[in-house]
Structures are given as C-alpha cells and as structure tokens.
C-alpha cells in the first residue's frame, strides 16, 4: 500500500468537546448549508441558521426541524460562523455579520476562494477555517442519514485560540467526514486545486470532450441519439468504473478492442497542446486572473457568464438528451442526486 503524503484524519482523531458546547450558525441554505445544519443538528450541536427575512429557504429550514434567524441574529449568538452562501455572495454576507465576531470566534467556509483571493479580510482575533466536504451538499446529508460518511477537507488560515484545527476537526466530525477520512490542506491548495479541477477536467474538460464528439458524429452524418448515447450517457458508466477501481478498473472491464482503441487514441485527442492549455489555465487560476475576471463579471452583471449559459442550454445534445432521457426509465427519479446513483 502507498504512504498517504497528507494526514488522513478520521473519527477517533476528533475530539467533539471542541464543538458540542457551542452554537454553530449556518449561513445559507442551499447545496452545503442544508447538509451541515442537518447533520450537526442530528450530531447533537447547537445549530441555528441564519437566513434574511425574506429568503425563500426560511420555511426549509423551518420544516427540517432547525432554529432560522436573520445572518446577524445567527452570528452574534454562534461560536462558529459557517458561511455556506454562494461564493460570489460571501463578501457582502460577511460585511453585514462581520460586528458580530467576538475574538476566539470562527469564522469558517468550505472553499477558500474570498480568503485566498483577499475578497474577505476577516478581523485578527478570530479563528478562520476550512471544512469542505469534497461532494455536493446532497450526497453529504445522505450519506449521513445511512451511516456512512463523506471524504473532506480541513484548514486552518487563521489560529488566534490555538484550538483552530481541533474545532475544525470536530466539524468534520459533526457533519460525518471523519466518518470517510478528512485530509488536511491550505486554503490556498483547496482553492486552486477545486478551480483547477472544475476549469480543467470536471466541469470544463468534460463538457468540451462531449460536446465535440457529439458534433463530430453528427456533423459526419450520423443520428443524434446514437451521438448521445455513445459521447454522454456512457460516460457514467465508464467514470462510475474509474471511481470504484481507478483508470486500471476501467479499462479491464472494456473490451480488448475499447481498451485498445483508447490507449491508442486517446492521447490524440487530449495531447500536449490540451495539457499546455491546462498550465495557462492553472497560471490563471495562480496569479489571480480566473478571480478578477469572475468577480468583475459579477459586478458588471454576469454578461458573459449569461450569454455562455445560454448558448450551452440550446446545444443540440441538451435537446436530443432530454428528449432521450424522457423515453428511458432510468432517469425517471425526480431527483438530480439520485439519477446520478442510479446504475
Ligand atoms: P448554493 O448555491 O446551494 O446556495 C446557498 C444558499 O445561500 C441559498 O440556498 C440561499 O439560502 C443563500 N443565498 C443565495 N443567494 C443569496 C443572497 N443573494 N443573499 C443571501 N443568501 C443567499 O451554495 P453551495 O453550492 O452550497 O455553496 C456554499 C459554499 O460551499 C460555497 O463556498 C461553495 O464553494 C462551497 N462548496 C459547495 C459545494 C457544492 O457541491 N455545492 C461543494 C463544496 C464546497
Ligand atoms: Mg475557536
Ligand atoms: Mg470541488
Ligand atoms: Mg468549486
Ligand atoms: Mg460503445
């Protein structure tokens, strides 16, 4: 088996007393917030979620059984201020809370984009942390409820108690992360790898990937849904076979002819010309260009971010898909989460 280079912590290295005689307030309560507060809650921890007064989330909340006050209510009463507000949000979020950090108060996130990138100046005597779940809120509140737990992240920006990474861990521990394993990181690695990733490889990468194959079948005379089927729907399957065993489990369930072919081509496709694109897009992500183009974007309205949405939802492969996945009973389940389960 390989040495692990980073420190894998797991439930017997949390120790709960950092976090069990403290208010946690939760703000947001979307992908994360929901996760977090529910799984605190059912830990035993004191949540309260703060939410403004007209937010749509309120009754949520309300409903799932947890207490709802405004941002500044939940921040003046916690210990530990979770910030779980879209990134591009957490800024003005925490201008309006940022009076009610007392010192040796948190102030923690799960992405480290406003404190890398100086969006957020959090006050000197206050702890700042990081615990991110390295999984969309969803799957981190299932996988709770059933037992099992959610691989994270922790750390720690700012240690003014001297007890940052021990309460940070029992935060892990709370929402179930130590459960699976948490690693610790720097905000500055989890920030630039989590841009790197999602640019590069996993939002980006394999969208691209699709959408060209698809056009390349099409634009070569052959059916759409043959298109589909071959560049979108089989790719769960094939990614569903790298996560359980790796590249190597993969390519021994494949064919000989498909394992060929792919060792053969694939570097064809994604070649060094990919990869030198790959280091300007981490330079940018690096030397802050990704972050000034995306918060001035937002503060000139997201123009551009909205004209590239649209012209992603009227691809012909979202029409052809949804079409598809109407007809087929595999995708029948209302929810996202599920769907993305489903074998
Ligand atoms: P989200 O988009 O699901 O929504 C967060 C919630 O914030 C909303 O449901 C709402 O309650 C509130 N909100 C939205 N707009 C607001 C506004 N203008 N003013 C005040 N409140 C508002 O957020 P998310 O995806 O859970 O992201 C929260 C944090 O978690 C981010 O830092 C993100 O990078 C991080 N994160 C997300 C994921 C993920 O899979 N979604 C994974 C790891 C880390
Ligand atoms: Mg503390
Ligand atoms: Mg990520
Ligand atoms: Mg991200
Ligand atoms: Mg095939």
Redesign the pocket.
């Known amino acids: 088996m390989t040495e692990f280079t980073t420190t894998v912590y797991y439930d017997d290295d949390a120790d709960r007393s950092?976090i069990d005689d403290?208010t946690v307030a939760i703000l947001g309560y979307g992908s994360q917030g929901h996760a977090h507060a529910q799984n605190l809650a059912d830990s035993g921890v004191d949540v309260v979620v703060g939410l403004r007064a007209d937010s749509s989330s309120r009754a949520a909340a309300r409903e799932d059984g947890l207490r709802v006050a405004t941002p500044v209510e939940a921040a003046a009463e916690a210990?530990?201020v979770s910030v779980l507000v879209p990134d591009t949000v957490q800024p003005a979020v925490f201008e309006e809370i940022r009076d009610e950090l007392e010192p040796?108060?948190?102030l923690q996130f799960a992405h480290g984009f406003n404190i890398h990138y100086n969006q957020i100046r959090p006050p000197e005597d206050?702890?700042v942390?990081l615990v991110a779940p390295k999984s969309p809120g969803h799957l981190v509140r299932r996988n709770y409820e059933s037992g099992e737990g959610t691989p994270g992240l922790i750390a720690v920006y700012q240690d003014?108690?001297g007890?940052?990474k021990e309460?940070a861990l029992a935060y892990a521990h709370g929402i179930g992360c130590t459960r699976a394993g948490v690693i610790q990181t720097s905000f500055r690695e989890e920030t630039e790898t989590d841009l790197f990733g999602e640019q590069a490889v996993l939002c980006g990468g394999v969208t691209s990937l699709v959408k060209q194959g698809y056009e390349t079948l099409v634009d070569a005379g052959y059916s759409p849904e043959m298109a589909y089927f071959e560049c979108l729907n089989e790719l769960k399957l094939i990614v569903d076979l790298m996560y359980e065993d790796g590249l190597g489990g993969m390519w021994h369930s494949v064919s000989d002819t498909a394992e060929f072919g792919g060792l053969t081509r694939g570097d064809r496709i994604v070649d060094e010309h990919s990869r030198e694109r790959m280091e300007e897009v981490l330079e940018e992500v690096q030397d802050g260009t990704f972050a000034r183009e995306w918060i001035l974007e937002n503060q000139a309205g997201r123009p551009s971010y909205s004209q590239l949405k649209e012209a992603e939802e009227n691809h012909d492969i979202e029409e052809v898909g949804g079409r598809l996945r109407e007809l087929f009973a595999w995708a029948d389940d209302e929810d996202d989460t599920e769907k993305a389960e489903a074998p």
């Open positions: 950092q403290k210990d530990i040796g108060n948190t206050v702890d942390t003014t108690t007890d940052a309460e």
